[in-house]
């Protein structure tokens, strides 16, 4: 077939792909060339988007799982039926706030539309929100109290037109890499191009950055409120832009002055060198030019919005907004976190960026859904709906595309309401996670390349994703399902559409109804930016080729790269508003029982709950297990070593990963990654530590503070298994597992006594039969066994154990299983862990893309005395595709040539 045209399913950078299918099935994809947001660009997630669409693991039916019985397999009619006649039930029974819906921004605009449509147009509840609550809500109620809508200003263009790039909160080279890569290639082209990293961590972007301000974790308010005083008492205030398009300076300035109105103070409060504090300010003062790019770093805090705030306030001060290469700039974490906020995918807001709290807005949205009825206040936000499914209010949660059990903070405290409750229903593409274990109904649902809708990236590009894809099983698109349990509840006027392009055009309709003109007879309101107007009609063939564009496209237009560039805001004035920003100290603070600091975020080749990136070994190479990074000194302190295992502990929860050291963390924080769960660990959920704390605006959780503690984790023998059948490990007190080509791997470690290890191997690899082919050594003295079950002269699996973390290198072993059969030196080497060859073990995973090893790349860089990333592409070609390795590259020749110098 030819390639369609799509969009990748992955983070908020919304880049287009291209993909194929070949004769036998397999996927390929490659970066979309025409789609702008990209340009033929793609990071290796989205490389590797082929390797995930399998059926492996899929959900391809109903399921019905009465109380403490197992699940059984069941027809559309009977599941939905059941869904429409318990939700019914619990509102006649209990109102309309005793249902819930948890949705996610992975779900298509289409059924994110009729989701909430269904809520709150006809159930009657606002209890509809969504995962792009743990992400991006602060920077939506900043945006809204900022610029009266929730509106992105820029576009991707102005970090490449920049002459000053300002990453704040954000490892954009890991969590979006492409917009990276853009900011990367600019700069090549202008060296001029400055970068800025403000980030509590040493990253990979960071190490690319001039300047990079490691602030303690929660101090941004006091470096912007610095920074907006100190640009005020320096000539840098367009005075013109603020008397003409702004209110509000005085009391803003008036709190950035109480705050912060000493640079070394704000340097002390946010523990970085004052050279280097006053050097930020300096070249923000004199930089025009300037793109302050924000992420969860500051949205995931108790006071996201005011850090928000606190940032577009600078640009304001400036007149630094609608005009090229300047703007503050929220990147999204999901591919479509703008698209349910377009819809009003969130407790707090109705659909087309509409008010539940404006009577006007109400009036507009009951009277073009001609609705029953209309939700009038608004609905319970992710952690406080959870708290509520645990006290028993919300009776009934249908939760679509997403996995709380792991991702909310508390998660514990998440399980335990899923548990509780009466109804829990399920959407899903795939059958086991965390959270479908909890499901009394599982929906199968269609995944990326099967179904067909629009996604919004955060530089408000409104791109198709096209099915390429049969749907598989019984699977069926979400807004198909939302619908037909709708029309079972009676509403069947409201939820009768046939294709994804009707939803599309009832949703464009929406945004311009009763904008900017009020109907005759019809409440005035001020006029709303988002207004897709210009998409109207498209019908089944406009719908099909509608090329990817930025909103606002207004009747005549062909969409908005930049928005404000007439000065105009959407508050009722028509202008902006500063916003007095309080610098606050998160609100749990370290102490004697938690003295560390808990940070979470992403790692560059894993996605959310891994239930996809999980799949590729492509991806898994890179980061394979979950990890506690820390200090050294810290490390020291809490008595557990690099290598080994550790628990970590709040008031919350615990869980139990290998402590590395990293580098990039602080001394008094830890970093501990957001993906594992019980899918592919034994205990490494982090939501489960997180606390629940949320920013009172936003209700946006503290995902990035939480005090905690880590003790050893103690284990009498570390080891490791490759295995091409699934091995059992839940019996295991450590396990992690892998998926690796052709095989699994599982890091494991164990507290009972392996009396006899010959025994317990071969029972645990499958390898019991007399005549297998079995190798073993052991040492019993030193605690090493290490056995290796071969079949017909290939390898079946290995085991090897220690009393010791360290076990030789799997990248070898792991080799093996590639090959259909083990030469004679291979034989010999294969309990040694290592070729008897010089050269063979390439190392970690550096390059996912061409799969080249640190110990390659290291060699490389020592034997041939390179001093640039781009020596080892030409050589290696490590780098050269999606470049998302490039700052890792940098940071080994930098300790190659550290290690050379001592
Ligand atoms: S940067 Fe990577 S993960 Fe994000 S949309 Fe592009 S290809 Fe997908």
Not at 309 to 329: D, E
Request: with cysteine.
């Amino acid at each position: 077939m030819s390639a369609v045209a799509t969009t990748c399913p992955y983070c908020g950078v919304g880049c287009g792909v291209l993909a194929s299918v070949d004769a036998a099935g397999a996927v390929s994809v490659t970066g979309d060339p025409q789609h702008l947001s990209n340009a033929g660009r793609l990071c290796v997630k989205g490389a590797a988007l082929g390797e995930t669409v399998d059926l492996h693991g899929r959900l391809l039916h109903p399921l019905l799982r009465a109380p403490g019985a197992a699940p059984r397999r069941a027809g559309w009619d009977e599941a939905l039926d059941h869904v429409a006649s318990g939700f019914r039930r619990i509102i006649n029974e209990h109102g309309p706030d005793a249902v819930a819906f948890y949705v996610s921004g992975q779900l298509l605009t289409e059924d994110y539309y009729v989701v909430n449509k269904l809520a709150k147009g006809y159930i009657g509840t606002a209890n509809i929100d969504t995962n792009s609550r743990l992400c991006m809500s602060s920077a939506v109620a900043g945006h809204v109290r900022a610029f009266g809508e929730d509106l992105v200003p820029g576009c991707y263009d102005d970090l490449e037109q920049a002459g000053l790039v300002v990453l704040v909160g954000s490892n954009t080279a890991w969590c979006h890499p492409v917009v990276f890569q853009r900011i990367a290639q600019a700069r090549e082209q202008r060296p001029s191009l400055q970068l800025v990293v403000i980030d509590p961590r040493r990253t990979p972007t960071s190490e690319s950055a001039d300047l990079h301000l490691p602030i303690k974790p929660g101090t941004d308010v006091w470096l912007f409120n610095g920074l907006l005083a100190f640009l005020a008492r320096h000539g840098a205030t367009d005075a013109a832009f603020v008397a003409t398009h702004t209110n509000g300076l005085a009391d803003a300035l008036a709190a950035a002055e109480a705050d912060a109105g000493d640079p070394a103070e704000v340097a002390h409060i946010c523990g970085v060198q004052p050279p280097d504090l006053l050097e930020f300010y300096q070249w923000f003062a004199r930089q025009e030019q300037t793109v302050s790019l924000f992420s969860q770093g500051v949205n995931q805090s108790s006071s996201g919005t005011d850090k928000v705030n606190s940032i577009i306030n600078c640009h304001l001060l400036t007149g630094r907004i609608g005009k090229p290469g300047m703007g503050p700039f929220s990147i999204t974490g999901q591919p479509n976190a703008m698209g349910g906020r377009e819809v009003g995918g969130l407790a707090n807001t109705l659909a087309a960026h509409m008010e539940l709290a404006n009577p006007a807005h109400r009036d507009i949205v009951q009277s073009f859904w001609q609705s029953p009825r209309i939700a009038e206040r608004p609905g319970l936000k992710a952690v406080a709906l959870f708290e509520a499914i645990e006290l028993g209010t919300v009776k009934a949660v249908w939760i679509m595309a997403t996995n709380p059990v792991v991702s909310l903070p508390d998660a514990d405290r998440a399980k335990r309401a899923l548990a509780r409750c009466e109804l829990v229903v399920c959407s899903d593409i795939v059958a086991r996670t965390d959270t479908n274990a909890c499901a009394h109904v599982l929906l199968p649902a269609l995944g990326w390349g099967e179904k067909d809708g629009t996604v919004t990236n955060s530089e408000r590009r409104i791109s198709r994703q096209r099915a390429f894809l049969p749907a598989p099983g019984e699977a069926r698109p979400d807004w198909r399902i939302v619908c037909e349990v709708a029309r079972r509840m009676g509403y069947a006027q409201g939820f009768d559409f046939a294709a994804a392009h009707e939803i599309f055009d009832e949703h464009v309709r929406l945004t311009a109804f009763r904008n900017r003109a009020a109907a005759p007879g019809g409440p005035a309101t001020a006029p709303r930016v988002l207004d897709l107007g210009g998409l109207a009609g498209l019908g089944r063939a406009g719908y099909d080729a509608l090329a990817p564009v930025q909103w606002p496209i207004a009747a005549t237009s062909k969409g908005t790269a930049r928005l404000f560039a007439d000065g105009r805001y959407a508050h009722a004035d028509g202008r902006a508003r500063f916003i007095a920003t309080a610098a606050r100290a998160p609100v749990h603070a370290p102490d004697r029982e938690y003295p560390l600091i808990l940070n979470t975020g992403r790692v560059r080749d894993q996605w959310h709950t891994m239930t996809r990136t999980g799949k590729s070994p492509r991806l898994t190479g890179h980061t394979p297990e979950p990890f506690i990074d820390m200090h050294p000194r810290d490390a020291l302190r809490c008595g557990v070593r690099a290598g080994e295992l550790a628990r970590v502990h709040s008031r919350w929860g615990a869980l139990v990963a290998r402590v590395q050291h990293g580098g990039g963390v602080l001394a008094g924080n830890v970093f501990v990654p957001i993906h594992w769960n019980d899918q592919f660990a034994s205990d490494a959920r982090v939501g489960s530590v997180v606390n629940p704390v949320v920013d009172p605006i936003s209700g946006e959780p503290e995902f990035k503070h939480t005090p905690v503690r880590v003790e050893p984790f103690a284990v009498r023998w570390y080891g490791f298994a490759l295995s091409r059948p699934p091995l059992a490990a839940a019996d295991l007190t450590y396990w992690t597992s892998i998926q690796g080509e052709q095989f699994l791997r599982y890091e494991v470690a164990g507290h009972p006594r392996l009396d006899d290890r010959s025994a317990w191997a071969r029972a645990w690899l499958g390898a019991t039969d007399a005549g297998a082919d079995w190798l073993e050594y052991e040492d019993r003295s030193a605690g090493v066994y290490r056995a290796a079950h071969v079949v017909e002269n290939r390898i079946e699996s290995c085991v090897f154990v220690s009393s010791r973390p360290e076990l030789p290198a799997r990248t070898w072993l792991s080799g093996l299983f590639e090959q259909e059969r083990l030469e004679e030196a291979d034989r010999v080497s294969l309990l040694v862990g290592e070729p008897s060859g010089p050269g063979a073990d390439t190392g970690p995973m550096v390059c996912s893309c061409f799969g080249v090893g640190r110990h390659t790349i290291c060699d490389a860089i020592r034997t041939q005395g390179f001093d640039h990333p781009a020596q080892i592409t030409a050589s290696l070609r490590a780098g050269g595709n999606c470049g998302s390795c490039v700052p890792e590259l940098r940071q080994l020749i930098a300790e190659v040539r550290a290690a050379a110098a001592t």
